[in-house]
C-alpha cells in the first residue's frame, strides 16, 4: 500500500496522516493500557502488544476503512488515531471513532479537529451520506462533545456495555452531510 | 453567610482577566478532574491582592509533565506547584483491595507512595525552586471493615493515617513544601457532602461543589501562610461584641458576660481571643464609650471575662470615628492595614469602615452572639470563610484604586456615606402611645442624655397634657432595619421662650446627625408657635461626656457655664440633606 | 429573581461570556467557548442555585437555555416547588 498523500489533512494544530502497521509505535500501544485512555474503550478487554497493535492497523485497507494518525502539527508528535469505518458501498453510512492518547492534548480542541478533518473527507470526497458513532452513557464529556459538534441522538441499546462492573446504555449519536455542512461554518476552525 | 460555588463563578466573572497585584503563577497537576475549582481559587487570591495565573497540566500524568524539558512546565517557572494526588490513582489498594493485602506488601507500598511524592518534589525543582502543595489523601467510602475496622490490630483508618503521616513527614524534610490537609476539610464538612459520586462517576470529579469550594479555599489559606499574608492584629469593639449590652447605659455589673448563662457566648468568644492572642495575634480596641467605664468593666467583671484590659495592646476609647481609631493602631503598630481585622457587631459600623479603610478585612458578624466563637475559629485570621457584596467591593475598591485609602476627615465623604445609609427620620410630638418607652429612656439612657432627669410615665403623661410643655420623639430606621424610638426632646415654654428639660438619645444612633435634624425640624416648629429663643443646659455627670459640647456643634451660643442658647427669629440651624425622608406628625412631611 | 434570570446569570458566569449575549437561544451552537469543562461548571453550578440533581442521561442535554429551562422547570414542578 503506497501512502497516499491525497489522505494526508492539515488543521491548525493537528496534521491527519493514514498509519501503517509500521508505524506503530510503543507508545501507541501504552494508550491503550491506560487506564486514564481506555476507560471508554473496548481495547481495555484486550492485551496490547507492538504485534498485536500491528496486525489491528494492518487491518485498514484505507480504501474502504480508514485509520490516521493523529500528529501535533508543530512538533510531529503521535498524540491520537482517528477511524472510519462501516463504510456501507449503498446507504453510504458510516461509523467513526477516535482516541488522543497523549493526555497533555486533552481539551485542546486537537479531537474536535481532527474529526472535522475527517468529517470534511468522508462527506465531500467520499459523498457518505451520514455517520454515526456509539457512547457509553455515562461519559457525559464525549456525548457532549458529539454535540458540539452537531450529532444529534439517535438511539439508545439498554444495558449493552459492561462499565465498571455494571451494564449500562450505549448511545449513538449520528450527523447528515448536510448537517455537516451547516455545523462546519461555525465551528472554529 | 457562606458562599457558594455560584458566588464565586460571579465573582470571578467580575474580577476578569487581569486583576492589579503581585503576580502569583500556579500549576496544577491533579489526578482526578479539578479544574472548576479555579474560579474559588482565583477570587481568594485576588481578595487578597495578588493577581494569579493558575494553569491546569495534564490529567494524571505528573512525572511526563514535570520531567519534559520541553514540556509547558519546563519552559514555564512557576511560584507554586499544587501536586493533587488521590487514593483512587496512587494507592488504589488501599481502597479495593484492603483485605487482600498483608500489612508487609502494604508498608512497602506505602512507603513507594511516599517515594513517588519525594521524587514528584524533586521533579518540580528541577529547574525552578516553586513552593510545593502535598495533599494528604483520605478515604472517601466506607472502611472495608466497617465498624470492626477501629478493632482490628490492622486497620484501614490507620493505614490511611500511617500514609499521611509518613507523607507529612517527608514534606517537612523539604524546605517550603506545604500539605493541603483533604482528610480534614472532607471531615470538617461531611463526606457526604463532600464528595459526589455522581460527579465522580461520570466526569471523574469526586467532589461536590459545597467540596470544591471548601478546596478551594484551603488551597489559598495555604498558599497565604505560605506568603506569610496572615492577618497580624484584630481591632475589636466592646458593647455587643466583647459582651451583651452597652456598659456605658447599663453600668459593669449588666453586661452580660460570664462562664454560665447567656454570657457564655460571649465568654467563649473571649476565649478565642485570648487563644488567639497567646498565638502571637495582636488584640486591640475600639470602641465609643467613656474609658472609666471600660476601666471599671474589666476591673469589676474580671472574673466573668477570661480577657483582661491588658491583653489589648492599643485601646481607642472615645467618641471618635472608628476608620480614625484603626489607622492609627496601624501606625502605632507599624503593621499594614491589611493585616488587621475589624470586628464590630454594627452593620453601620463596618460599612463604614469598609467604605473609609477598605484594606481592613471587616466580616460580617453571625446574627448571634452565640455563633461568634464558631466564626473565629473559621476565620483563622487569613482565611475569607465569609463572602458578600461587602468583600466584593473590597475587592473592587483595591483593583480600581491600587493604592492606599486615607482617611479623609472633610465632611463631604462622611455625607456621602450618611446618604448610603438611606436613614428615615419620623419626629413625633406628643405621642402619647410612646410613654412607656419614653419613661424608660430617661431611667437608662445615660451617656447621650444633657440633663439627665428620671421621669416616670406620669411624668411625661403629664408634659404632653400641658400645653404649655412639648414632648417630641423620634424613630429612625434605615437600610439595616428599624432602630425604633431612640431620642426624647422636651421644652418647656414661656414667653416666647423654650428651654430644654430634656434632651437624650439612644446611644445606638450616635454620631450620625440625627440630633442636628431633630433639632432643626423642631426649631421650625417652635419657630411657627411664635418662639424667639431656645436655651438648653448641659449637667455633666460620670457618663454624658460625649454630649459635653452638643450643644455649640448644634449652632447653639454658650451664655454661661454649661448654659447655651439658640436664636430662631431669622434663620434656622442647618438641616441635613442626606436623609432619605424625615417625617414630623401631626405636620406633613417635608 | 426569575427562574429564568438566576438561568441566565448562572450561564454567563460559568461559561465565562457576558450576560447579554445569553439569549433566549444561547446554545452551545451560538457560544463557541461553550465546552465539555465549561459545562461541568454549569452543571455543578445549577445543581447548587436549585438544589438538584441531573443524572449523566440528563447532563449532556443541557446543552441551550431553553433546554437547561425546561429541565429545571420541571423537576421543580415534581418537587412542589415554585
Known amino acids: ?114 474529526i472535522a ?73 | 453567610m457562606k458562599s457558594t460555588y455560584k458566588d464565586y463563578l460571579e465573582l470571578a466573572r467580575q474580577i476578569g482577566e487581569t486583576p492589579r497585584g503581585t503576580p502569583l503563577s500556579l500549576a496544577v497537576f491533579r489526578s482526578c478532574t479539578l479544574e472548576p475549582i479555579e474560579p474559588v481559587v482565583r477570587v481568594e487570591l485576588v481578595s487578597e491582592g495578588f493577581a494569579p495565573t493558575i494553569r491546569f497540566f495534564g490529567y494524571n500524568i505528573f512525572e511526563q509533565e514535570l520531567l519534559d524539558p520541553a514540556g509547558e512546565y519546563g519552559k514555564g517557572a512557576y511560584d507554586v506547584v499544587l501536586l493533587f494526588a488521590t487514593l483512587q490513582e496512587f494507592f488504589p489498594e488501599l481502597i479495593y483491595d484492603f483485605h487482600n ?110 467540596g470544591l469550594v471548601e478546596i478551594g479555599k484551603e488551597i489559598a489559606r495555604v498558599m497565604f501562610a505560605a506568603y506569610g499574608k496572615t492577618k497580624k492584629c484584630i481591632v475589636l469593639d466592646l458593647d455587643n461584641t466583647l459582651w451583651g449590652g452597652v456598659v456605658g447605659e447599663e453600668g459593669p455589673d449588666r453586661v452580660i458576660v460570664g462562664p454560665t448563662g447567656p454570657g457564655r457566648a460571649y465568654y467563649d468568644f473571649q476565649l478565642q481571643l485570648k487563644h488567639l492572642s497567646s498565638k502571637g495575634i495582636v488584640l486591640a480596641m475600639a470602641s465609643k464609650n467613656n474609658p472609666e467605664d471600660v476601666k471599671e468593666a474589666f476591673l469589676k467583671r474580671k472574673d466573668d471575662m477570661p480577657l483582661a484590659l491588658e491583653d489589648f495592646v492599643i485601646t481607642k ?103 448610603t445609609l438611606d436613614m428615615r427620620l419620623t419626629i413625633f410630638v406628643n405621642e402619647k402611645m410612646q410613654i412607656p418607652r419614653l419613661a424608660q429612656m430617661t431611667q437608662k439612657t445615660n451617656q447621650f442624655n444633657l440633663t439627665t432627669k428620671k421621669y416616670s410615665e406620669a411624668d411625661i403623661t403629664r408634659r404632653m397634657e400641658d400645653p404649655k410643655w412639648q414632648v417630641f420623639s423620634w424613630s429612625v430606621q434605615d437600610k439595616f432595619g428599624d432602630n425604633g424610638v431612640v431620642g426624647l426632646l422636651i421644652v418647656k415654654i414661656q414667653d416666647k421662650k423654650a428651654s430644654i428639660d430634656m434632651f437624650l438619645q439612644s446611644c445606638r444612633v450616635i454620631g450620625r446627625t440625627i440630633e442636628q435634624a431633630v433639632i432643626s425640624k423642631v426649631a421650625l416648629y417652635l419657630q411657627e408657635q411664635g418662639v424667639t429663643l431656645i436655651t438648653g443646659e448641659y449637667i455633666p455627670t460620670a457618663k454624658n461626656a460625649v454630649v459635653k459640647d452638643l450643644y455649640p456643634h448644634l449652632g447653639f451660643t454658650k451664655q454661661a457655664e454649661n448654659v447655651y442658647a439658640l436664636n430662631i427669629e431669622g434663620a434656622l440651624p442647618f438641616l441635613p440633606p442626606w436623609f432619605q425622608t424625615i417625617h414630623m406628625t401631626p405636620q406633613q412631611a417635608v | 429573581m426569575s427562574t429564568e434570570e438566576r438561568i441566565k446569570s448562572i450561564m454567563a458566569d460559568s461559561l465565562e461570556v457576558d450576560r447579554t449575549l445569553i439569549k433566549d437561544n444561547a446554545s452551545i451552537y451560538t457560544i463557541a467557548q461553550w465546552d465539555s469543562l465549561q459545562h461541568l461548571r454549569l452543571v455543578m453550578a445549577l445543581q447548587e442555585e436549585f438544589g438538584m440533581r441531573f443524572g449523566d442521561r440528563e447532563i449532556p442535554d443541557l446543552v441551550s437555555f431553553a433546554a437547561i429551562q425546561e429541565a429545571i422547570t420541571k423537576k421543580m414542578k415534581s418537587h412542589g416547588k415554585e
Open chain 2, 317 to 419: 476609647i472615645g467618641w471618635g470615628l472608628k476608620p480614625q481609631s484603626i489607622q492609627e493602631i496601624a501606625q502605632e503598630l507599624d503593621i499594614g492595614l491589611d493585616s488587621m481585622v475589624f470586628l464590630d457587631d454594627s452593620p453601620v459600623e463596618r460599612e463604614l469602615m469598609r467604605e473609609r479603610v477598605p484594606e481592613v478585612y471587616t466580616p460580617e458578624l453571625p446574627e448571634g452572639a452565640g455563633e461568634y466563637a464558631a466564626f473565629l475559629q473559621e476565620l483563622h485570621v487569613f482565611e475569607k470563610n465569609i463572602y458578600s457584596q461587602e468583600d466584593l467591593k473590597k475587592v473592587r475598591i483595591y483593583q480600581d484604586q491600587g493604592k492606599r485609602a486615607s482617611l479623609k476627615q472633610e465632611s463631604a465623604s462622611l455625607e456621602d456615606f450618611w446618604r
Open chain 1, 1 to 114: 500500500m503506497a501512502r497516499n498523500s491525497s489522505l494526508v489533512f492539515e488543521g491548525r494544530q493537528t496534521q491527519l496522516k493514514p498509519l501503517f502497521p509500521e508505524d506503530v509505535t510503543q507508545e501507541y500501544v501504552s494508550w491503550l493500557k491506560d487506564p486514564g485512555v481506555n476507560e471508554f474503550l473496548e481495547a481495555r478487554f484486550k492485551k496490547h502488544t507492538l504485534a498485536t497493535q500491528r496486525a489491528y492497523v494492518r487491518g485498514f485497507d484505507q480504501k474502504t476503512k480508514f485509520l490516521w494518525g493523529i500528529f501535533d502539527k508543530k512538533t510531529k508528535k503521535h498524540i491520537g488515531v482517528i477511524t472510519l469505518y462501516d463504510i456501507h458501498p449503498m446507504h453510504k453510512y458510516a461509523n467513526y471513532g477516535y482516541l488522543i492518547g497523549n493526555k497533555k492534548y486533552w481539551g485542546t480542541g486537537a479531537a474536535q479537529e481532527a
Open chain 1, 117 to 189: 478533518l475527517v468529517f470534511d473527507f468522508a462527506f465531500l470526497k467520499l459523498r457518505i451520506r451520514s455517520i454515526s458513532t456509539g457512547a457509553y452513557a455515562p461519559n457525559v464529556a464525549s456525548v457532549f462533545n458529539y454535540k458540539k459538534m452537531g450529532l444529534s441522538y439517535q438511539g439508545t441499546f439498554k444495558e449493552r456495555l459492561l462499565y465498571k462492573g455494571a451494564f449500562v446504555d450505549q448511545v449513538w449519536y449520528g450527523i447528515t452531510r448536510d448537517e455537516w455542512l451547516s455545523r462546519r461554518k461555525k465551528l472554529a476552525f
Open chain 2, 101 to 210: 493485602i498483608t500489612p508487609l506488601e502494604l508498608e512497602k507500598k506505602t512507603q513507594e507512595v511516599v517515594h513517588r511524592m519525594e521524587q514528584l518534589v524533586a521533579a518540580a525543582r528541577r529547574t525552578s525552586q516553586p513552593r510545593i502543595i502535598l495533599t494528604t489523601f483520605d478515604h472517601p467510602g466506607r472502611w472495608y471493615y466497617g465498624i470492626l475496622d477501629a478493632q482490628r490490630d490492622y486497620s484501614q483508618k490507620e493505614a490511611l493515617v500511617h500514609l499521611n503521616r509518613s507523607i507529612a513527614a517527608a514534606a517537612s524534610r523539604h524546605k517550603e513544601v506545604y500539605m493541603l490537609d483533604v482528610q480534614d476539610i472532607a471531615s470538617r464538612i461531611g463526606k457526604k457532602r463532600f464528595y459526589d459520586w455522581n460527579m465522580y462517576y461520570h466526569s471523574s470529579l469526586p467532589f461536590s461543589s459545597e
